[in-house]
């Protein structure tokens, strides 16, 4: 017989639905704010780049988003 994925699924899906339930409202917690500082200003500055140099002292770079 063939293996299929969602014999597990249907075996416990009150885990598995409770499991995705707190993963949508941990994400919505976190994720929705005042728009500085909330998760997905931090998952972008974690995953983007530091932008441009802004400038350089003694061999240190700074960047503009540091300013």
């Known amino acids: 017989m063939a293996f299929n994925p969602f014999t597990n ?3 416990y899906q009150k ?3 409770a499991a995705i339930l707190l993963v949508c409202m941990v ?6 704010g005042t728009g ?3 998760l997905s200003d931090r ?3 974690w995953v ?4 441009q140099v802004y400038t350089t ?11």
Do not use: H, P
């Open 9 to 11: 699924f249907r075996k």
């Open 15 to 17: 885990f598995w639905m």
């Open 27 to 32: 994400t919505f917690i976190l994720c929705t």
């Open 36 to 38: 500085t500082g909330d």
């Open 43 to 45: 998952i972008l500055r």
């Open 48 to 51: 983007g780049g530091r932008g």
């Open 57 to 67: 002292i003694d061999g240190a770079k700074f960047y503009a988003s540091e300013a």
